[in-house]
């Protein structure tokens, strides 16, 4: 099967079946077929059920959820020290103020 698929003859040929309008036809109604979306979803359970998946979503989101603490972390880092530089201007403000 993989020499055929290398074939430039063979290519052709299915780019002329699959390009034909009754070929295609066919194909869509097999494919929003409730047979297919049944194999497709079992498909999806399956794969959902496997440990290596279940595996690589846990790790995922337990980056996900550091990335997102450090963000956090970062962002009040920049709140607090915008606060404080922003109360020394505020307090200048005022002496400026009171001065008069």
């Keep these: 099967m993989k020499n055929l698929m290398k074939d430039s003859e063979f290519q052709k040929q299915m780019i002329d079946l699959l390009q034909n309008p009754a070929i295609n036809k ?5 494919l929003k077929g409730q047979a297919f979306r ?3 979803e079992d498909i999806v ?5 496997t440990p290596l998946f279940q595996e690589k979503i846990a790790t995922l989101l337990l980056e996900a959820a550091e990335n997102k603490e450090k963000k956090e972390d970062k ?3 920049k709140s607090k020290e915008e ?3 922003g109360s020394g201007e505020e307090s200048g403000g005022e002496d400026e103020a009171s001065d008069m």
């Design 38 to 40: 049944s194999h497709i």
């Design 26 to 30: 066919q194909m869509l109604t097999i």
């Design 45 to 49: 359970k399956e794969t959902l059920d």
């Design 75 to 77: 962002n009040d880092k």
């Design 83 to 85: 606060d404080n530089s």
